[in-house]
């Protein structure tokens, strides 16, 4: 699912400060050629390679098939395009490649001043990929949720190649922001697409089968809002479990390194348009919200969390790479109704 924040309201790290990152693992990564063991056991989470994502939208592999993880675009590369790495086992990642090799043209014009794509999410259903990600610019609410569809993941499948499907829903002049998707299906099989970044809170919109675009013209569903500026709340993602639906989402700011605040919340409702509560009965809506991920000593600012089976991938800042993003991974267990993350 980079992204969230931008500045004060949006939330992508400025290019001065991804180069500034980048230049900081270059160095990390050739000291930990020059000793590897020491540098090894430094990594949380014992995850090695390329596993510098932001806002991870996370494909567990299963039966022995790979892991994907599709995140944020680097405005440096490939036109910011979204990023893929891929793993054989969810512990080594390596990097392979972007969507394309620039963004579709409407999207430049959509968005003026664009860099990097956001935020992405993928969803299968009937045998196609759906990748959803985000046009946006910082601390401006003029952005868009694109869609690009795909028969795999995988870059070096020979049948592999995004194709473009166009705009899902933009906030150009609309009271909300248009960035941050996920999809959920409710018991009937209605695909529905939360987003949102701060604003006015998180939204829900319900999508149509195959084409996976928006079902009519009605106005996105409210489903949390913190009510206090800066609203400083983004990133749903809607999880079905045993016949509930649990909406989790961060909240605080991310992108600052050291200094971030991001967390990771949940609220749970029997419908997946809400009402959602938290674990205390305070309304999403009325800001409330169950912990599952908070800042733990030298990882800092988890969030921008995904899904996949019983795995949560989020990013987070890490104290030994000084500051740097990175990808994190936790189990999800289950506890009285409601998600406990087991990041150890």
Known sequence: MLSRTKGAAAGRP???????????????????????????????AQLTGDFFTHDPALVK????????IYSTGNGQVADGNIQVRRSDDGVNWEYAGEVWPEKP?????????????????????????YLYYSASTFGKNLSVIALATNTTLDPADPDYGWVDRGQVISSKGERFNAIDPGIAEDEN???????????????????????????GTGEPVTVADRNVPPNA???PYILPHDGAYYLFFSRDFCCQGLESTYN??????DSITGPYLDAEGKGLLDGGGTPVLVSDGGRVGPGGQSVSGTTLAFHYYAEELDGAFRLGLAELAWEDGWPQARWE
């Open 14 to 44: 400025p290019r001065a400060w991804v180069a500034a990152a980048l230049a900081v693992i270059i160095v990390l990564v050739l000291a930990a050629c020059a000793a590897p063991g020491p540098a090894a056991k430094t990594k949380p």
């Open 61 to 68: 592999g299963e039966d022995g098939k790979p892991w994907f």
């Open 105 to 129: 043209a409407w999207i430049k014009e959509a968005v003026p001043g664009v860099d990097n794509l956001w935020a992405p999410e993928l969803y299968e259903h009937n045998g196609t990929w």
């Open 189 to 215: 099989g209605t695909p529905w697409m939360s987003f949102g970044s701060f604003w006015t809170g998180l939204q829900l919109v319900e999508l149509e089968w195959p084409a996976g675009l928006r079902a």
């Open 233 to 235: 709340i983004e990133a």
């Open 264 to 269: 990771i919340a949940v609220g749970r409702a």
